[in-house]
């Protein structure tokens, strides 16, 4: 908690130098705006912090602008569009991921760290300038474009990382 604020630490830099007293560089989220921030801060400084919940659920549909999710026990969760971020990429229908409350309220959602998707769209790989690891563009359902190697056609599964957006294998 930061003030009124709930915020999330994307990266933390610790450094001390000489007789100075050590700090601490951190890039900070806020849960509800999605909003960065950066400050510094003494090694010794107390902050209080946020207990998040985290649900199972399933996603339903799509209810402009709010996506909905389903628990085990048919309750309904909604989670604003801006709120998924790259989420939105990967969403399919009977999705399973993890919901995150806050306050009671949903405010984002955590996706499993591969999803298999097929290829709907993709050129045909070109013989010859294969010195290396050379991509080509495809794109998934979902419309999100993914750099995949020469191999893969149009219609293949392969695996891709939710956390960078990157073809890991075909599948």
Do not use: H, W
């Not at 130098?17 to 509800?32: D, F, H, T, Y």
């Not at 045909?124 to 290396?132: E, F, H, I, Q, R």
């Amino acid at each position: 908690m930061l003030g009124k604020d709930p915020m999330v630490v994307v990266k933390a830099e610790f450094s001390k130098s000489g007789r100075n007293a050590s700090v601490v560089k951190m890039k900070m989220k806020n849960l509800l705006t999605g909003a960065g921030q950066e400050a510094v801060y003494r090694s010794d400084e107390k902050f209080d912090i946020v207990v998040l919940d985290r649900k199972e659920a399933t996603y339903s549909y799509f209810a402009d602008p709010l996506y909905v999710f389903m628990d085990g026990d048919y309750n309904q969760y909604e989670v604003e569009s801006e709120n998924l971020g790259d989420a939105l990429n990967y969403l399919e229908d009977g999705m399973t991921c993890e919901v995150v409350f806050y306050d009671g309220k949903a405010i984002s959602v955590e996706l499993p760290t591969t999803v298999v998707r097929e290829i709907t769209y993709t050129e045909p790989g070109v013989k010859g300038d294969t010195s290396g690891k050379v991509l080509k563009p495809a794109k998934i359902a979902t419309g999100f474009e993914v750099s995949v190697p020469l191999f893969v056609d149009q219609g293949d599964k392969i695996e891709i990382d939710t956390r960078t957006g990157e073809y890991k294998r075909r599948v």
